[in-house]
């Protein structure tokens, strides 16, 4: 195994990581919410009287915080190596577990780690877990 140094970003992942935590600290302390992805989007299917707006808000920052990192670096290329079949059955897959696991990764991961939730600490090990197996399945046993 090789590292791909030129990938090799650390103060970038710390700062990235950084501005993460501080969003959902400003979402919980001032909004009293967690910002779990799934849950935000989720909560505009079955929308509740002034519930929308934070809502929006929120996405839009997230669709636009990549426009404003182009305005000082380059972005990344992108790659997908899967076709669309894959994609479209990889995201009903998510979305299956999101249900399941009452929550996806920014949820249980970024949120409910902090808040030293058991409940987010194993579906934080269940879907570390399952993407751990299915990359060593992909990548070493499958090849």
Do not use: E, K
Request: charge should be positive; aromatic fraction near 10%.
């Amino acid at each position: 195994m090789q590292i791909a140094w030129q990938q090799f970003t650390p103060w970038a992942s710390l700062a990235g990581g950084m501005l993460i935590g501080l969003a959902a600290a400003i979402l919980i302390l001032f909004n009293g919410r967690i910002a779990g992805i799934s849950g935000i989007a989720g909560g505009l299917l079955r929308p509740r009287h002034g519930d929308v707006a934070w809502r929006l808000i929120f996405l839009a920052g997230l669709l636009a915080s990549p426009l404003l990192y182009r305005l000082f670096h380059a972005l990344p290329a992108v790659h997908i190596g899967a076709g669309t079949p894959a994609l479209i059955v990889a995201g009903l897959l998510v979305g299956l577990g999101v249900r399941y696991g009452a929550g996806c990764t920014s949820g249980h991961g970024v949120c409910g780690l902090s808040r030293w939730s058991a409940r987010s600490l194993a579906a934080t090990i269940a879907f570390m877990a399952a993407g751990f197996v299915t990359v060593y399945l992909l990548r070493h046993a499958l090849g």
